[in-house]
């Protein structure tokens, strides 16, 4: 999306109005005025949304990145959990209700954080007339 998005920009940047010249540059400037406020205000929409397309993937592999931990445990964590599954079955068991109730509390907080973003961006946008 960020690379289709650049490309519009790219493209957008070649469509640049060219300053007018000839014998009538005073009526061509009237319209190579407009042309290029035009182009301008196309050219910040532009910028501004890629800017918020950059923003929601950092905030996307912040969320990943947050999941993802908790997800994979090291070799040693793992050697000690087989130990203790081994030894005391009953502490492994409250040991995995535990992490699953962190995994909801975390899951939870995501969400949250996810909606929350997304009603700052609405308000944003909203702001802004759209």
């Known amino acids: 999306m960020l690379n289709l998005h650049r490309s519009r920009q790219i493209e957008h940047e ?3 109005p060219g300053k007018a010249t ?5 009526y061509r400037l009237i319209g190579y005025r407009k042309r290029f406020e035009t182009w301008e205000k196309t050219e910040k929409q532009l910028d501004k949304r ?8 950092g905030l996307a ?9 908790a997800m994979y445990p090291s070799k ?23 992490r699953k109730r962190e ?17 700052r961006e609405h308000d944003r ?4 007339g759209r």
């Open 14 to 16: 070649k469509n640049k």
């Open 22 to 26: 000839g014998i009538f540059t005073a």
């Open 50 to 57: 890629y800017w918020q397309l950059e923003r929601r993937l």
């Open 61 to 69: 592999e912040e969320y990943q990145v947050d999941t993802t931990i």
């Open 76 to 98: 040693a964590e793992q050697l000690a959990e087989h130990k203790l599954r081994k030894s005391d079955p009953q502490l492994a068991q409250s040991l995995d209700q535990a």
């Open 103 to 119: 995994r909801e509390r975390r899951k939870g907080e995501i969400e949250r954080q996810i909606k929350r973003d997304r009603e």
């Open 125 to 128: 946008d909203r702001g802004r």
